[in-house]
């Protein structure tokens, strides 16, 4: 079984979700052991020489990344350390027991179908508060802690009531995707891409499109870069906060009525019942322009990708000129699903494993056997990547540099505001329902969460 890593992020929110609202008690892990070998600058959480290290994986489609890419940097730290390597594509099945039973391994890459259930496991005081490995020194500039070194919104993507519990590593971007070949001029205002797509439907293609019928949430995404964009991060803060009138805010509402624009003008109602697969087809086969969609399009559609056919993508366009952020303002997932455990025999070498992997070094490596980015600025540097993936790396920095990248949190903590978008997305881009009506049902669906004592609230 394969699993993108766009799906284990998913996962992460919904696992989150599911295990808070399912299970009580106290959600604080215990506090991490004693260190077993002496503390230093270069070893900060004491580290022995000898003993060993588990390390778990999700074992997928595709080779084991960090195993490649990391694990021979632990190893030559540590030469006398014996590290333990577990794969499964069953990770609940397999590991669930062991931390019944008290002996789970040290570092767990939690993905697949069969994922640990994370929030019961937070419930149960099993995931290791890593507070002190976010301000552990940077392995490439001693001077600054682990969670300054990273891209902006990385470590507010790991907090779960204000502490930390997963490592920030992989990162993607999210924006507009189309054919670099057709030479086309990236629209940054909205005027620009109003009249491109006037010009591109008069050609007799269809300049816009998303599948209905699975992935409206790509296209949700989309209207919520644009709210933010022009409402500012507070915005989407607001959002996940449930904030009173956030989805009714004047920067929601513009969104709104700019996309359901675009789909009234320059879409195709039919799409409204395709899969995602197939309308990223007709892409490939030069019927549709552009598509919303993260940065793992590209391989996703690999197979079928014509060799006249080159990915790239551009931001969001700027909905008006007052729009609080920058044009390369782009939403960003931040994050894993990778974690250490409380209880495991190694916690210090499995937070030296994690600092590894945020060290320029470590991101480099994964970046360079995988071809997904991290959240280290600058590790990807010159590396040989696709195209696809080169124009994530830049919009990523651009929007880095600019303090601009778009992060939320709310589609991961309330599943009943995800189904909602969902339903409401695909009414106000197929013509049943108006931008205040789409703002107006959001609005609704956001008080019942935030009146319902059933569900957790989480404070961003």
Known sequence: MHITRRHALGMLGASLLTGCAMTGGDSSAPASKAPAGKVTPDNPFGVADTGSAELAYFKGGSP??????VEPLLQK???KVKIQRTTTERMAQTLQPRFVGGNPPDFIDNAGADALNFGALLQDGQVL??????????????????KDTLLPGSY?????????????FVARSFGLWYNANLNLEAPKTW????????ELKKSGVTPYGFAGKNAADYQAEAILTSAVKAGGLELARAIDNLEDGAWQAEGVRQAAEAWAEIGARFSDKSFEGLIHTEVQLRQNQGKVVFYPSGDWLESEQQKTTPNDFQYTMTPTPS??????????????LLGSSMFATAKGKNPAAAQEFMRLMVSKAGARAYTEASGWLTTVPGAADGLDLSPGTLASQHALAAAGEANALITWRWNGWYQPLL????????????????????????????????ADPAIKKYKR
């Open 64 to 69: 084991n990344y960090l195993a490649e890419s």
């Open 77 to 79: 730290k540590f030469p």
């Open 129 to 146: 508060d890593l507070t002190a490995f976010y301000d552990a020194p940077s392995i490439d500039d001693p001077s600054k802690k682990i």
């Open 156 to 168: 507010d993507s790991t907090l779960v009531d204000g502490v930390p519990y997963t490592i920030s």
């Open 191 to 198: 005027d620009a891409f109003i009249k491109l797509c006037e």
């Open 319 to 332: 909905l008006t000129s007052s729009d609080k952020l920058p044009a390369v303002a782009v939403y960003a």
């Open 419 to 450: 189904t909602e978008i969902r339903d409401a997305t695909n009414a106000l881009m197929f013509g049943r329902a108006t931008a205040a009506q789409f703002t107006e049902r959001m609005q609704k669906k956001a008080d019942e969460v935030k």
